[in-house]
């Protein structure tokens, strides 16, 4: 498990984020249209997963921006933004704040990416809830970088995620 802090106030999560080097487990995640997205589906790709609580507030919609923005510099590259929100809430912003560059999947259902990701919140106000973190994933599905943000109230490293794939 990993402590970190909302507020200063710490939290748990249920694991560990999945280690650099070693394979990414596989998920089922909802598209806003419903259909299934799964980690097989971006095979022969390198994918940024920006995981965080919800859509809904201020640093968790700021990172969807930031890495909208960058999305269509970077080659042969999906970024996936992950939460336990409604697919309709992610259309929603997605359309409202034009974010098109980056697809938004959700855990709404089950919470399994959250545990198997090792990140599901087990206490504090925000329990149940995915932790922020981000993991950069190789063409073959192996993590490249891992960072769980340690306090939830600041953004990513967008720029160490970033050149990981250099």
């Known amino acids: 498990m990993a402590t970190i802090k909302l507020g200063g106030n710490e939290i748990q999560t249920i694991g560990q984020l999945p280690q650099v080097g070693s394979k990414a487990p596989d998920f089922k995640l909802k598209r806003a249209d419903l259909s299934e997205a799964s980690l097989s589906d971006y095979k022969g790709k390198r994918v940024i997963l920006n995981i ?21 510099e970077l080659d042969n590259t999906t970024i996936l933004c992950i939460s336990r929100d409604t697919p309709f809430a992610q259309k929603r912003f997605a359309n409202d ?19 198997d990701y090792g990140l599901t919140m087990t206490s504090g106000d925000l329990k149940g809830f995915h932790s922020r973190a981000v993991v950069v994933l190789d063409e073959e599905g192996s993590v490249i ?4 943000v340690p306090e939830i109230a600041e953004e990513p490293n967008y720029l160490a995620a970033l050149k990981s794939l250099l």
Do not use: H, M, W
């Not at 507030?57 to 960058?70: G, H, I, L, P």
């Not at 704040?97 to 545990?115: H, I, M, R």
């Open 52 to 72: 965080f609580p919800s859509i809904d507030t201020d640093v968790c919609a700021t990172s969807v921006k930031n890495f909208n923005q960058r999305a269509s």
């Open 97 to 115: 704040e034009e974010v098109d560059q980056v697809e938004n999947l959700s855990d709404v259902l089950d919470g399994k990416f959250g545990d």
């Open 145 to 148: 970088y891992n960072e769980q």
